[in-house]
């Protein structure tokens, strides 16, 4: 059974940092692009870092730059946030996604078809 499972999330302080982690089972990680995207109440899911597994580049949501950093485990299956500097708008539930299909760095969730339950993050004093 492909499936994606995140853990990591959590209630932070403001300038707090989490590692969110997406462990694969039932296929391996290595399809051209793996994704984070983060949904808050009442918004749309939106991008939030991407990695190519061709050559390692990462794309980062402006809101999140120098902030966030993506990177992916091979031996364990797995994709990482790592998530520095947190603001409270930065609470939402955070998804990792990927697809087979894709052959380019798509912000759109719509285009991912392979996606984990999804992991509360909450930044609050």
């Known amino acids: 059974q492909v499936q994606l499972v995140e853990s990591g999330g959590g209630l932070v302080q403001p300038g707090g940092s989490l590692r969110l982690s997406c462990a694969a089972s039932g296929f391996t990680l290595d399809y051209y692009v793996e994704a984070w995207f983060r949904q808050a109440p009442g918004k749309e899911r939106e991008g939030v870092s991407f990695?190519?597994?061709?050559?390692?580049?990462?794309y980062y949501t402006d809101s999140v730059k120098g902030r966030f950093t993506i990177s992916r485990d091979g031996a364990k299956n797995t994709l990482y946030l790592e998530m520095n500097s947190l603001k409270p708008e930065d609470t939402a539930v955070y998804y990792c996604?990927?697809?087979?299909?894709?052959?380019?760095?798509?912000?759109?969730?719509?285009?991912?078809?392979?996606w984990g339950q999804g992991t509360q993050v909450t930044v609050s004093s």
């Open positions: 996604a990927t697809d087979p299909r894709l052959r380019y760095v798509s912000f759109d969730a719509s285009d991912y078809n392979i």
């Open positions: 990695i190519m597994n061709s050559d390692g580049s990462t």
